[in-house]
């Protein structure tokens, strides 16, 4: 046994540099797994920085220092994330808190509904477990309405902690632009020596990465448009915060798209019934789903 498991060793670790990125993978996971909490920031920045290398090459190219181009980038981002903010953050917490406040009559409704099934489908549905379905509904329905007021309370605390991150995040983001090649070559040099593997694989990763995030952040921009001008055209309620919400649900694919038909097949039931009209207000949800 010993024997077998010394040759299955040397046959799969004799390479060193396999060894080299079995020691790189181990200690990065490590480390972001024990500290999260502490590199929170720069995470975010790094995933930011992805996200921007791309129009700031595309500046450098054209003639911009490198450096006055990634303060270039982050300001036109930081300002479409300030006008996203001023203008979709409000009416969207609007949104959610009057279908808070709708919620009970929406259970209400979709309990007389329901009432009416056991006279329709006698040998399908009984009575007493639509009440008892019904009753536990809203016993999960209230306690989530109670953890989001908690929630908000609880989130006021942390002010300060995204006072810390609005400041921190975007000077992280910019030196990480401005100064990608030194901070690449000051990596390499606390890398093992037998890292060709693992350069080799870094390179294939950070394509993929940077292809992914672009990606994502696209989808995500046109899903919720669309999404919202679907909503808003046909009239729905809490267009908004639904679009975001189906936006958002891209990031999980099929199950995301699934989650999200819940509150907007909810909204659109009790504000038509059961009609033509419900399914349409699916298709931007299923359309995604892909």
Known sequence: M?????????????????????????????????????????????????????????????????????????????????????????????????????????????????????????????????????????????????????????????????????ILVPLMVFFLIKDKKQMIYAVRRILPRNRGLAGKVWLEMNQQITNYIRGKVVEIVIVTVATYLVFWVMGMRYSLLLAVLVGVAVLVPYIGAVLATVPVLFVALFQWGIGPISGPCLLPIWWCRG
């Open 2 to 166: 010993l024997d077998m498991l010394l040759r299955w060793y040397r046959r799969r670790f004799s390479d060193p540099q396999a060894v080299a990125l079995l020691i790189i993978l181990v200690v990065g996971f490590g480390i972001i797994y024990f500290f999260s909490d502490i590199l929170a920031p720069l995470l975010i920045a790094i995933v930011l920085a992805y996200l921007l290398e791309w129009p700031t090459t595309k500046l450098q190219k054209m003639g911009v220092s490198r450096g006055l181009a990634a303060g270039g980038v982050i300001v036109m981002f930081g300002s479409i994330m300030f006008a996203t903010i001023m203008f979709v953050v409000p009416t969207a917490w609007q949104q959610g808190v009057n279908l808070l406040t709708d919620l009970p009559n929406m259970l209400n409704r979709l309990h007389d509904f329901a009432a009416t099934l056991p006279a329709r489908y006698p040998a399908l549905v009984d009575a007493g477990i639509i009440d008892l379905v019904a009753e536990n509904l809203r016993s999960k329905l209230s306690g989530v309405a109670d953890s989001v007021v908690k929630y908000s309370m609880a989130s006021l605390m942390g002010v300060l902690t995204l006072a810390i991150y609005l």
